[in-house]
Nanobody
Framework: QVQLVESGGGLVQAGGSLRLSCAASGRTISSYTMGWFRQAAGKEREFVARFYVSGSTSYADSVKGRITTARGEAKNTVFLQMNSLKSEDPAVYYC????????WGQGTQVTVSS
């Protein structure tokens, strides 16, 4: 069993930055590909970024060049660095594991003011 806890969300002005964290407990996540998703009010949850076990990454077209994901040195944390935040970025952001065992965090709210 893996528990995922996201943090780092909040209110930021358009053009600003936030760094979200996804901390895992219960089991190491170094062998999991990790993903970030977001869900805006009234919309379906959508893919944002993926951090593969190999260390490679992939991103949704809407966030390429602005958002990056990386694994922390402690290996049981994954980060989502969000820069140049836009009006279309506000949502609850979730992290999840890929593979046979899928776990989701509870999400962290990101709000962008214009």
């Amino acid at each position: 069993q893996v528990q995922l806890v996201e943090s780092g969300g909040g209110l930021v002005q358009a053009g600003g930055s936030l760094r979200l964290s996804c901390a895992a407990s219960g089991r190491t996540i170094s062998s999991y590909t990790m993903g970030w998703f977001r869900q805006a009010a009234g919309k379906e949850r959508e893919f944002v970024a993926r951090f593969y076990v190999s260390g490679s990454t992939s991103y949704a077209d809407s966030v390429k060049g602005r958002i990056t994901t990386a694994r922390g040195e402690a290996k049981n944390t994954v980060f989502l660095q969000m820069n140049s935040l836009k009006s279309e970025d506000p949502a609850v952001y979730y992290c999840k594991t890929y593979g046979t065992d899928i776990y989701w965090g509870q999400g962290t709210q990101v709000t962008v003011s214009s």
